[in-house]
């Protein structure tokens, strides 16, 4: 085993690890936070597959947006939140079930699809941000345009949806 | 791969250092339990018994979540852009100020309609 | 062992620069509804509360009339590809297909926009204020959602709103990449999940079905984004004409590819709302303000069907084997569950979603049918041509039927429920008899264009070979005439329950879009021949 496939090895325990304990522990907050450990892991993996911009799009948008949105959704809903037991207990066996059923799925596509590729690490410039940033702005750039009007939505959307001041006047 | 070696050198140096602090403050440090050691706030400022609206945030804080998320997604092309902005020179200048002004066209909305205020 | 295939775009040096082409022309119709949109938002942050109204249905109806004039200068302006394979060019460094299927879609979702854009205006049926919730944010039945109806409250921001949605329509069948297709997926869909939630009277039901939506919509979002990375880890491509080429070069199945085409498939026949795929339909299209399900229900499907074929038939054409028995049994199934339940529907928004589901079923028939034309003149239809025919004939059907549901109301705003339409024919004979002529139209009768779109679909998916589809089909078009007779059995034959419904009188802005809805339906079934040719005339998709 070279070095890289110990880094590899060492960092998918540890999202496995941690992504058992965000769906089995009972406190919901704890689960948000295992789930940065999670996916922090795996932009670690990301970063050993050569996929640089994909690891830090990884913890850019995953570890530092999607959690804390996370986070904020439980303070709006949930809050106060402790320990709740029944959060994990109930219908875990079909859960459990549906989730091995869905790994092997689809771990049995990729391994059916890629089984002879092998990437060389060293050569690979697949992933780094300068040939994204060609890609975006060569290839992409109407997708990436088009984009800009997604977030726009998205912000009005938002806005329309939980803004409750009044308006007063004809502001 | 050795690109990152530093990275994971410093990573580790960073999580040393951590532990290092954590367990030496434990080990060595003084312990004086009293009542206002284990307040929430020890300069005296006392917390609420409870939270204001059964411990549930004001919908407000939604937007801020949402304005960040939209920051941050914006941020992820601006990596690369930067990274590749001599090769384009002006025309990835264009694109990215038409990019990052139709999104500011939401802030303009927001701002107007009084949905930055807080009260 | 193979190195990883590294695309040619992503294998060509990084430095030297060249600018990317981008046609803008071509892309008027798109770029003028994406201006629209953003234009609707600066109106609703500077202009007054007072005139907001007034401008943004002026903003929306003026930009989506330009757009569909740029249309047809777009769709004059195109030109012949040479080796017979249809008219127009790929344009914005291959991220979109500028061709005639592209603009006959256009036209058809631009055309049904502005009828739509009418009913989302109607303030009459209100007392003075649109559909739509005066406060979004002001939790149902509490002091600040009573305060905000006296006030007189209304979110403009539904306008721009839709012109994002449709911004994403326009942009969904002319897109000749995945990554485009997903952009775009996502911009059609965003806004409607929202627009859903936001119906003035029972609001909890809308929330519920704005909730739904998203959730099963987000779902379906992440199958079609996992079928892109299969796809594009067969292909090592996202660009449908080399996606192409790498499907009509593999011998035999390919894990990778089918697990890709399987799991696209989800996410697009989700958004068309085809069995099995189907079960958000009923409760979004019952909970959504009237208007928003008409538009969407006319809209979404034709974009989303414009997606499918323009990605089975130009990314996955060379794999037709493969797919077809899978469409054969969704067709099937979103058949037979849309006629089936709909007779258990007691609910007419309810019913016409299972109506739509069906009918997502009979263009699916046509999905499968002639490939191509042998000789071009004759009366043969291909796949192609008679979908686009079937998708014009369902909006407008589609659209007027659910603004004459906008119409019949009592106390509490719009009765739908059935027995509440009972005797509705000797209360308002007219309205009741527009309604059923739509129903009339949908069942596929006669010199309706309901008639002549079932006949497009059955004899291409008839000549393609897939004579038993059509058998079950013509079989199941005879279950669903049932509930559809039904009704107006109900609106001629019964008696008013209680008080009865009464018919509010419109503005002229409904009044329009029924009529409209009502002339296309009786157009397009008596002399279907200009839009057929047309649609024939609109040619193959480009590569």
Redesign the interface.
Known sequence: MT??QV?FVLLSLVAVVSALLVVTTPHLVHSALWLVVTLGAIAGVF??L?AE?VA??QV??YV???V??LL?AL??????TGPQPDLTVRRWAPAAFVALLVAVL?G???V???Q???????????G????????????????????????????????????????DG?? | ?EL?API?GLGLIAFGFAAFSVVMSAVVGPKRYNRAKLDSYECGIEPTPQ?LG????P?????T??????F??????L???A???D??GL??LV?MV???L??F???A??W????L?WD | ??????SP??S?S?GD??K?S?EYFD?SPLLII?GV??AG?IV?AFV???LRYVVQTLVAVVGTIAALVMTVFVALGLEPRGDNAGFGAIA?????AVDGPTVFLWGTILVLTLISVFLFAERHLEGGVTAFAG????LPGTE?ER??ST?G?E?T?VF??MM?AV?GML?FPASN?L??MF??L??LS??L??LC??ARRRRLLSQEAALKYFMLGAFSSGFFL?GIA?VY??AGSMNLGDIAEAVSGTIGA???LL?GIGLLAVGLLFKVGAAPFHAWTPDVYQGAPTAVTAFMAACTKVAAFGALLRLFYVGFGAARWDWTPMIWVVAILTMATGCVLALTQSDIKRMLAYSSIAHAGFILTGFVGLNAVATPGTAELTSLQAVLFYLVTYGFMTIGAFAVVTVVRDSSGEATHLSRWSGLGKESPFVAGVFAFFLLGMAGIPLTSGFTGKWAVFTSAWQGGAWPLVVVAALLSAVAAFFYIRVIVLMYFSDPVGEGPTVVMPSVLTTIVIAVGFAATVALGVVPGPVLDLAAHAGQFVR
């Open positions: 070095a890289v880094v970063l050993v050569a911009f830090w799009v850019l948008i530092g947006a999607v804390v949105l904020f303070m709006l809903t949930r809050a106060p689809l049995a596509t990729l059916a699809g890629f002879d590729v092998r990437l060389d690490l060293d050569q690979a410039v697949v780094s941000a300068e040939v994204t940033g060609e890609t975006v702005f060569r290839r992409w750039v109407l997708p990436f345009e088009v984009l800009s009007v997604l977030l726009l939505a998205a912000l009005v959307g938002a806005i329309v949806l939980s803004r409750l001041r009044s308006e004809d502001d | 791969m990152y994971i939270a059964g411990g549930k945030f919908v407000k804080y939604y937007i979540a949402m304005m960040f998320i939209v941050d997604i914006e941020i992820v092309f990596y690369p852009w990274v590749y902005f090769a384009m025309f990835g694109e038409l990019f990052i139709t999104v066209v939401a802030y909305y927001v107007k309609r009084g949905g205020e | 062992m193979t190195t990883l295939a590294v775009l992503l060509e990084v620069f060249t990317p981008i892309l994406i949109a953003l938002v609703e007054p509360r007072r914005a460094e291959g991220a979109i406060q979004a944010a002001a600040a305060e905000a006030k409250l979110h921001e721009p709103l994002f911004a942009l990449d990554i485009t952009v775009a996502e911009i965003l806004p999940y929202l939630g936001l996992y299969l880890g067969y390919d894990p990778l697990g």
